[in-house]
């Protein structure tokens, strides 16, 4: 059974007053040391694919990119390619890319800073929603990171994580739990992260129990 989380955990998800300075310069810019290996992990995946493809851009974004990073954070690396170019067939391409990206992330353990790096292929056509966007290839900033004004509500958020990891454990003690049971309370889990996402953002009450459960192992739990 996982590790309930103590509620002076949860201050690691309070934003920071910068950025992370094991990843960015004091002028906001990538370490060149962090953009070298990047771009080696980039080139390495193309590589990989076996087919010829060209890249529009290499992108880094999330909460490493932003002020919310935590101890439990991704370097979520994006390849922007225009599927279009690859086949006509976006859907087959769009399959073959998740694929690759499957076993590529399954076989290959990187870590930079000690930070699990993450690689996303993404067909330029599709709409990116982020607070924080920057071009590893043109080494500048596409979307400026904003600090958070405010501040979550600490004890909110560890209640609804304790109610929820209740629920949890309790289809996991339970010899009756019905499959559709999990199936149901994993998509409430989801709605109720992309409805906080959609009202409050990045820091609301949902995503960041969200997080709770996810660098708890409790969402994979079930």
Wanted: glycine share 4%; net charge negative; hydrophobic share 35%.
């Amino acid at each position: 059974m996982p590790k309930v989380l103590s509620k002076n955990k949860i201050k690691n998800y309070l934003p920071h007053d910068s950025l992370n300075d094991k990843i960015w310069t004091v002028n906001q810019k990538l370490r060149t040391d962090i953009r070298e290996k990047l771009m080696i992990i980039a080139n390495d995946f193309i590589d990989y694919l076996g087919v010829p493809i060209d890249v529009e851009d290499v992108r880094f974004t999330g909460s490493l990119a932003n002020y919310n990073y935590t101890p439990q954070s991704d370097i979520d690396l994006h390849l922007i390619i225009d599927f279009s170019k690859v086949d006509d067939n976006i859907d087959l391409v769009e399959e073959f890319m998740n694929a690759k990206r499957g076993f590529w992330n399954d076989r290959h353990d990187i870590t930079i800073e000690g930070y699990d790096v993450e690689l996303y292929p993404e067909n330029i056509e599709e709409e990116h929603v982020a607070s924080a966007l920057y071009s590893v290839q043109d080494n500048e900033w596409i979307k400026v990171p904003k600090k958070f004004e405010s501040k979550p509500n600490l004890s909110a958020v560890h209640k609804k994580y304790k109610e929820i990891v209740k629920r949890i454990e309790n289809l996991l003690k339970s010899q009756k739990t019905d499959p559709d049971d999990i199936s149901s309370l994993i998509e409430k889990i989801k709605k109720f992260r992309k409805a906080g996402l959609n009202r409050g953002g990045e820091l609301s009450v949902e995503n960041l129990v969200y997080k709770l459960l996810r660098n708890s192992d409790y969402t994979s739990s079930i």
